[in-house]
């Protein structure tokens, strides 16, 4: 099991196989097992941004952002600062950002 510091790599460009940059780390999902904290996947792109400020923003501008979801074996680490898929940008899942409620024109929060 390799260790990587969150605060480091967020905001970092993830290059695909070919070099070319796909989109920045934007959030790591984390889940406890025993005492540990574990990440299984990394959203990248402006779609996962936008997921990330959610908390600000509602409903969410710029619908059509794109964005992936990469298991963390799909991510070479062995440079944590220049992250790089081990798989094509097609085997990825795409980011689809949870659908926000919409409220009715005119209804009040």
């Known amino acids: ?19 070319r940059p796909v989109g920045r780390l934007e959030e790591a999902p984390v889940t406890r ?7 299984r996947e990394f959203h990248i792109g402006a779609a996962a941004l936008l997921e990330r400020l959610a908390a600000t923003l509602s409903p969410l501008p710029f619908a059509s952002a794109r964005g992936w979801i990469a298991r963390w074996d799909q991510i070479d680490w062995s440079d944590p600062q220049r992250p790089r898929l081990t798989c094509d940008l097609e085997e990825l899942r795409r980011f689809t950002r949870r659908a926000s409620p919409r409220r009715p024109r005119g209804e009040k929060r």
């Open 1 to 19: 099991m390799s260790t990587v510091e969150f605060h480091r790599i967020l905001g970092r460009r993830v290059l695909g196989r070919d070099g």
């Open 33 to 39: 097992e025993g005492t540990d904290l574990v990440v």
